[in-house]
């Protein structure tokens, strides 16, 4: 029964949403391509750049030792360069640079933009579907020779 109900609702979501159509030839499907996808991308990139730089990164081991200054530039050398992941249940560090770069993480700096990029080319390839259909109007006598 539950499930009979929410499929009824996504059918007239749907529905709704097919029949508020901007062009002849746009569908739900291509609307969720170019404004739901890109509006989602979006938002997740915000999310992930006030973490970012609003909030903080990442947390970066440090010795007790360190004073506030030393923690805070320990954790931007973290940010800027690769990182590796040590398991809560593992104690100490591998001395070995191998293991290390074995288990290094490069990608988190890079999410943000990734994400900018995929909205941007989601977006692109519908600006570029409607400059493709668009009629052609030829300025001047009106006639090709």
């Known amino acids: 029964m539950f499930e009979a109900g929410v499929l009824n609702g996504l059918t007239r979501i749907s529905v709704e949403l097919g029949s508020s159509k901007s062009r002849s030839d746009d569908d739900f499907v291509d ?60 104690a100490t560090i591998p001395a070995d640079l191998t293991v290390r770069r074995k288990d290094s993480i490069h990608y988190y700096q890079w999410v943000p933009f990734i994400l900018m990029f995929q909205a941007a080319i989601y977006r692109k390839h519908f600006y570029l579907y409607l400059v493709r259909d668009e009629p052609v109007t030829l300025v001047g006598s009106g006639r090709l020779a």
């Open 31 to 90: 609307r969720v391509n170019h404004s739901y996808t890109t509006t989602v991308l979006m938002l997740c990139t915000l999310i992930v750049l006030g973490r970012q730089f609003i909030g903080k990164p990442m947390s970066c081991w440090t010795p007790n030792e360190f004073t506030g200054a030393q923690v805070e530039y320990a954790t931007l050398v973290c940010w800027v360069t690769s990182t590796y992941f040590i398991p809560p249940n593992q």
